[in-house]
């Protein structure tokens, strides 16, 4: 079965999570960003001690949120200490407070908030924030999208660690590497229409990619591992190193070069 076949089908089967559910998620991922636009507006800190303190401030201010309102929920953090007793729960929300923190606190604008509830391993109700953009996608209400950009494909890929198979995609497709920050910058770029797709491979974690892959697989976006195999989260470990998310009329060609030798 050719490997996009075999998301489609994986993704028909995608939990449908309450309507307000998505919404809290998206109002979590907005009222975060605000409060980390307002600390680095401040001017207080720069650099390093301001990323530390973003991370801080948006990973307090959301996990309470998420305690006090679904307490019978897991809950996985990049920021927290993993709690294992989500691996028996169906419901366990993967957040990531402030993704790209670097580029937060270089006064850049690809920065994120991922909110996702994912449900028997897959994400339900999703929202990523873009706050330096004033701007949050979430499943609730995921965007049509847009036409492609004109010219030659575009491939984002990591500033500081751009995988060679994404290089393998470019000249297969006779496209072009574009590096950006955050793994929410990048996929709500594709979502956006500033890009045809967005490839990683290694280093990241399930918190990285739980919400922008629920709000881009919403919008209709192509969304799968390297090998063409579906995201799967709330594992023992949440390690979860490579993706791919792209415009669906791009899928069949990228999963091929990717599998090409």
């Known amino acids: 079965m050719p490997h996009e076949m075999f998301f489609s089908q ?3 089967q995608m939990p449908i999570a309450d309507f307000e559910e998505a919404r809290i998620a998206e109002r979590i991922a907005s009222s975060a960003g605000q409060l980390l636009v307002l600390a680095r507006s401040s001017g207080l800190l720069q650099g390093k001690a301001l990323g530390a303190v973003g991370d801080a401030i948006s990973n307090t201010f959301i996990t ?18 993993d709690d294992e ?7 366990v929300w993967v957040i990531d407070p402030l993704d790209g923190t670097r580029e937060f606190s270089e006064n850049r604008d690809d920065w994120a908030v991922h909110i996702a509830l994912v449900i028997d391993g897959i994400p339900a109700a999703c929202a990523v924030g873009l706050p330096s953009l004033g701007l949050t ?7 049509p999208l847009p036409p492609p950009p004109p010219g030659l494909p575009r491939i984002l890929v990591s500033r500081t660690r751009p995988p060679e198979v994404a290089l393998k995609v470019a ?10 920050g955050s793994a929410g910058a990048k996929a709500m770029a594709v979502l956006r ?17 739980a919400a922008p892959a629920g709000v881009a697989a919403a919008a209709g976006l192509h969304v799968s591992r390297i090998d063409g ?11 979860l190193p490579d993706l791919v998310i792209c415009r669906p009329e791009l899928a069949r060609d990228i999963l091929q070069a990717l599998a090409a030798d």
């Open 193 to 209: 229409g500033e890009a045809h797709a967005y490839i990683h491979s290694g280093g990241q974690f399930e918190w990285d990619s």
């Open 10 to 12: 994986v993704s028909s």
């Open 171 to 180: 000249e297969h497709l006779g496209g072009e590497l574009v590096h950006m």
């Open 85 to 91: 007793s989500r691996l028996g729960k169906r419901r």
């Open 229 to 239: 195999s579906p995201l799967r989260y709330n594992q023992p470990d949440p390690y």
């Open 64 to 81: 309470r949120i998420i305690r006090e309102s679904h307490p019978d929920d897991g809950l996985l953090s990049e920021e927290d200490k």
């Open 137 to 143: 996608f979430s499943t609730a209400a995921p965007p």
